[in-house]
């Protein structure tokens, strides 16, 4: 069975928590940064707070997400994924997921999203 020390993976996530500064509610999930910035975003919060790795259930390491509860809606539709980029400088996507639950969004209101994890699966 192959392996991967957990401290390889925790640097994953690390990259994740040392340069996630946005984060996106979209419309669907991007595969690129564009996609998460503007072509599919509706929102955005700007800085994240991420704890340190932990054990994943199912195996792997994961990093919890606090729950947000200001997030600045900037289009109306429906919000089914989210999106971790790096802005500045080397503007780059680092992770994507899908939301627990799709949310309709107003331009102009506040999103939340309640916490949850970003995570690395074992090596299989």
Not at 73 to 97: M, N, P, Q, Y
């Amino acid at each position: 069975m192959p392996y991967i020390n957990d401290t390889a993976l925790d640097a994953l996530i690390q990259d994740i928590q040392d340069n996630g500064e946005e984060l996106h509610i979209c419309s669907q999930e991007p595969t690129t940064y564009v996609e998460a910035t503007t072509t599919y975003s509706l929102g955005t919060k700007d800085g994240l707070s991420m704890a340190e790795p932990t054990d994943k259930a199912g195996g792997g390491r994961e990093s919890v997400i606090s729950a947000i509860t200001d997030g600045v809606v900037d289009a109306s539709g429906t919000a089914t994924h989210w999106a971790i980029v790096k802005a500045s400088a080397t503007s780059r996507l680092l992770a994507t997921g899908a939301l627990d639950q799709s949310q309709g969004v107003i331009l102009g209101n506040v999103f939340t999203l309640t916490e949850f994890a970003v995570g690395v699966p074992d090596a299989v």
